[in-house]
């Protein structure tokens, strides 16, 4: 693991200490409270992180997973599985404290009674459209509904109504009694309940009543006992109702909710309505597809839990709005596996190399060190033979003055075994170059060539006897504009038609085919790579996916 600082500042972080230091709360609760109706992106990894992070930090504290599933039109049990997953690999637990804001139905419906009850709330069964239009906008105050002032009794018994079915969807909804005229929109009668006839994941066709986020969320906090309610910036104007909710409702604690700035990243888009879209319509394969900014993809990718923590501690919690260069999460993901990530051996595009003073059967194990950063990981042993495979760009007929790699008469060492000498190449009838002729000079494993022959290079290899052959999924970024969302045509339009280029006939050393699911490493000199948590299949599949390139090469292409 890279080094984690523990010690961690932030506005909110300094408010928690305070509110204990005063003796308010003996400790912190949080919660995490997606809706499942996607997978977890980068941006909920920031309030995983926030959340889960504070409950590490504080005695006595914790942190509940609450899915916030109020909606039954959009949401599904794969989003509910998958979730959990993603914040246990991110390295989080919520223990016993998992909560569903579905089984917190029967204490919204009582805090609705409780709000007609004391006048508060009333049922409207005008139209969608007559209610907008009574809404105003920001400089104009909104119009009080004819059903506003409708009695207790005939309330109770239209929401009585709404809640057997009686009611068709769309002709009365629950609203709270408020201000018409306040200058927060939000507050201008919000709606409380509204009427749908959908299949709910977890309860059924018990109700056909839903809650408005609005007035599930503050209810859910409180039912939980949550004492820092937090969230990103947009819900900053929707405070007001919160606190409205918790002070009219019969709750069992007063939550306090406070607002972050949410993440958003370059040449991304995270919103879950556009992440379904790029999934629906096959524009990438899957919510776990290696481009998506999803845990899952993310994960496919190669990118490891710790490079998502550090990357999160490193932009912080703050109250403004901006966008975070997407270049800073891929620094964390190549610093973690600089550390940590064993270096291989793979040929991606390959020219055989045949090393005729060499005998036919020579096979000598030599000896490459596993990671330069951590000498205590040793040397593993890779068996060299008279044939191998490099890299096709490794050499050239007639190279330019700085080219330190293979040409006729140049040499080079190979990994970890002999310096060799270029003596000559074979080509097909269209020119390409089909074979390299080379002699070792022996004596050289581990030590310089003799003085006179210059060998300022090392380049990576694969045995043709030992390799084995396999698929390398050279991922890019997903789009080529810097705010995919802001572009004209849509953010579809702005997709990277080489996000993805498949190498099926990339050469890898055996341990790399024999290597499970899920192995980290460095291809030498390539890049990082994993395999494929789905396809590679250890011993018989062998299939890779770029994480990272070792360098950044879009700030160098920008320049
Ligand atoms: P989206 O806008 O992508 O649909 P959401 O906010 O509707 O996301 P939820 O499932 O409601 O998704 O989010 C769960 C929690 O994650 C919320 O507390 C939310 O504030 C937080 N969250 C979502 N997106 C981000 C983000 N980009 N940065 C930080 N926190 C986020
Ligand atoms: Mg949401």
């Not at 109020?70 to 993603?86: L, R």
């Not at 579905?102 to 508060?120: P, V």
């Not at 270029?422 to 003799?450: F, L, S, W």
Request: aromatic share 10%.
């Amino acid at each position: 693991m890279s080094s984690q600082p523990t010690e961690r500042r932030d506005f909110i972080r300094d408010m928690i200490a305070t509110d204990i230091a005063s003796g308010k709360h003996q400790a912190p609760i949080t919660r995490f409270p997606p809706e499942p109706n996607g997978y977890l992106h980068i941006g909920h990894a920031k309030s995983i992180c926030l959340n889960f992070g504070i409950a590490q930090e504080f005695q006595g504290a914790r942190c509940h997973l609450r899915f916030d599933d109020t909606n039954p039109s959009k949401e599904d049990q794969e989003y509910v599985d998958s979730i959990q997953e993603d914040i246990h690999w991110l390295g989080f637990d919520w223990g016993k404290n998992l909560f569903f804001a579905s089984n917190m139905f029967d204490f919204f419906y009582e805090c609705a009674i409780h709000l007609i009850k004391q006048g508060l709330a009333y049922v409207d069964e005008q139209s969608v459209e007559d209610i907008r239009a009574q809404r105003g906008n920001v400089t104009t105050p909104g119009q009080e509904s004819p059903f506003r002032n409708r009695s207790i009794e005939e309330n109770l018994a239209r929401f009585e109504a709404m809640k057997k079915g009686e009611i068709e969807e769309g002709k009365a909804i629950l609203r709270a009694k408020i201000d018409m005229s306040s200058s927060n929109m939000n507050m201008r009668d919000p709606v409380l309940y509204r009427i749908m006839f959908a299949e709910h994941h977890n309860t059924g066709d018990a109700w056909c009543i839903y809650p408005m986020y609005d007035f599930a969320h503050p209810l859910e906090d409180a039912y939980e006992h949550i004492t820092h309610s937090l969230c990103t910036l947009e819900f900053e104007n929707h405070r007001p109702l919160y606190d409205w909710v918790i002070d009219n409702c019969p709750v069992p604690s007063k939550p306090q909710q406070t607002e972050f700035a949410r993440l958003n990243l370059t040449y991304t888009v995270m919103s879950k309505r556009k992440l379904l879209q790029l999934v629906q319509d096959n524009l990438v394969n899957g919510w776990d597809d290696p481009r998506m900014p999803t845990v899952s993809g993310m994960r496919r990718r190669g990118y490891t839990p710790a490079a998502i923590r550090n990357f999160c501690h490193t932009i912080g919690i703050t109250k403004f709005n901006g966008f975070t260069d997407v270049a800073l999460l891929e620094y964390s993901v190549r610093e973690d596996l600089n550390a940590n990530a064993p270096r291989r051996m793979a040929v991606l595009n390959p020219l055989k190399v045949t090393i005729q003073s060499l005998s036919d059967d020579h096979d000598e194990e030599v000896e490459v060190q596993n990671n330069p950063e951590k000498p205590e990981d040793g040397f593993r042993k890779v068996n060299l033979t008279k044939e191998v495979w490099i890299e096709r760009d490794d050499f050239m007929i007639d190279p330019p003055k700085k080219y330190y790699r293979l040409a006729p008469g140049r040499t080079v060492r190979l990994r970890g075994g002999y310096c060799i000498t270029c003596t000559d190449y074979k080509q097909d009838n269209q020119g390409n170059i089909t074979e390299i002729i080379c002699d070792h000079i022996p004596g050289t494993i581990g030590e310089a060539p003799p003085e006179g022959i210059q060998c300022r290079a090392a380049i990576h290899w694969v045995s043709c006897k030992h390799g084995v052959e396999g698929e390398v999924r050279i991922y890019d970024r997903l789009f080529t504009a810097e705010n995919p969302d802001a572009a004209e045509e849509g953010f579809v339009s702005v997709m990277n038609p080489e996000s993805l280029n498949v190498i099926t006939n990339a050469q890898f050393e055996p341990s790399l085919a024999y290597a499970p699911a899920e192995y980290h490493c460095q291809f030498e000199r390539l890049g990082y790579y994993v395999s494929d948590r789905k396809d590679h299949i250890a011993g018989s599949k062998a299939v890779y996916n770029r994480t990272v390139a070792l360098k950044d090469s879009w700030a160098k292409k920008q320049k």
